[in-house]
């Protein structure tokens, strides 16, 4: 059974979810204090400020610590495969997969793309891919 039609509502990520169902990233900014944070919270965890909204992201950033998993936890998961900590270009970190790639390509500081995949319980989530073209510079 998918998620999809209950994770939309939820007061506090519905917004981010229902951006993800349109393969759109976004993520909360402070109204207050101008930074972007996540997970989202109900206080900006810089201010407290409770004024804050969600805003379209680029989708790009860089590879701030990985890791290869090879014993995943649950018998849906396809190991190997990589979990990552990666840095978007308006300042705010999201803990995601890496795909497209192979686990020793990966490395600190690797320009990623977001991009859309299909998880193991059939909701869209957001992973990212080495940004090829950005890479290349
Ligand atoms: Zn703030």
């Not at 939309?8 to 229902?18: D, H, K, M, Y």
């Not at 109900?42 to 990985?66: D, E, I, K, N």
Request: proline fraction near 12%.
């Amino acid at each position: 059974m998918s998620a999809t039609p209950t994770r939309s509502r939820r007061p506090l990520t519905g917004p981010f979810w229902a951006a993800v169902d349109r393969h759109e990233l976004v993520r909360p900014v402070c109204e207050r204090c101008g930074k972007s944070f996540f997970t989202p919270q109900v206080l900006c965890p810089v201010c407290q400020s409770s004024s804050w909204s969600y805003r379209p992201s680029t989708g790009r950033g860089r590879v701030h610590s990985h890791t290869t998993i090879h014993r995943p936890p649950d018998p849906t998961f396809t190991a190997p495969y990589i979990v990552a900590d990666v840095e978007l270009d308006e300042g705010w970190r999201m803990l995601t997969w890496i795909v497209d790639c192979e686990p020793e390509e990966v490395r600190i500081d690797l320009p990623v793309r977001v991009r859309f995949v299909e998880g193991p319980g059939g909701d869209v989530l957001p992973a990212f891919a080495p940004d090829r073209a950005e890479e290349a510079r």
